[in-house]
């Protein structure tokens, strides 16, 4: 089992239209949560960290559950811009570690 | 501006052959990183570093190494190429570690390697 995993899609949006996924995390020593956003053949970059208590930026919420060990990210009024795979990114300071999920494409269209 | 920056962007070099990867960060971060990208694992770590002399092993580290001799640069080197190692390469940096109130690591654009 992979230590974080999310559903690769693709999610296709309409233009506006509100799309949610989750991801979920194996280890419960997990201690910093992330979501990257990542752009074709390009690098990722930091979208939003999620906090215990949830944290909203912009169209983008996102929702941390320790119990359940998942976290999720809601858009809102998606924009054609918004195209792009999200990587979900669980960090834990012992060895100073990154995992990655293997990222959730989605797709808005007009 | 402060920034990372990979060399080159594009590499094709032949089974055997010893490659070096280039990162350079201006950001004055003690933590630098070495990722993967292959399709079906996401990013997986290669090689890590908290500080000059400093280098750590990650969770795909074999037929690769790495060394510190300065804050800036962590080159990533292929002791002998093979086709495996066709892969995406992402160097990154961070502010501090990543346990709670974890900071944000920021990625080169990546070199895209072909073994042949």
């Known amino acids: 089992r992979k230590e974080v995993e999310q559903d690769p899609g693709p999610f296709n949006v309409p233009e506006g239209a509100t799309v949610a996924f989750n991801c979920t995390y194996s280890n419960s020593a997990s201690q910093s949560f992330f979501w990257y956003r990542q752009d074709c053949r390009k690098e990722p970059k930091l979208l939003m960290s999620?906090?215990?208590s949830g944290n909203e930026d912009g169209r983008f919420t996102a929702q941390l559950n320790r119990a359940s060990q998942y976290i999720s990210l809601l858009i809102r009024d998606s924009k054609l811009s918004d195209s792009a795979t999200y990587l979900c990114?669980?960090?834990?300071?012992?060895?100073?570690?990154?995992?990655f999920g293997g990222g959730t494409r989605v797709l808005v269209k007009p | 501006d402060a920034e990372i920056t990979q060399s080159p962007r594009h590499k094709i070099t032949e089974t055997g052959r010893q490659v070096t990867l280039a990162c350079h960060q201006t950001w004055n971060h003690n933590n630098m990183f070495w990722y993967r990208q292959d399709l079906g694992h996401g990013l997986r770590l290669i090689h890590y570093s908290y500080g000059v002399q400093d280098t750590n092993k990650g969770e795909v580290s074999d037929g690769y190494s790495v060394s510190r001799s300065n804050t800036e640069d962590l080159p990533l080197t292929l002791e002998s190429a093979a086709s495996s190692q066709t892969s995406v390469y992402f160097c990154?940096?961070?502010?501090?570690?990543f346990g709670q109130g974890g900071t944000e690591a920021f990625f080169g654009q990546g070199t895209r390697l072909t073994v042949v």
């Open positions: 999620v906090y215990s």
């Open positions: 990154a940096s961070s502010e501090s570690g």
């Open positions: 990114v669980v960090g834990k300071a012992a060895g100073n570690k990154l995992t």
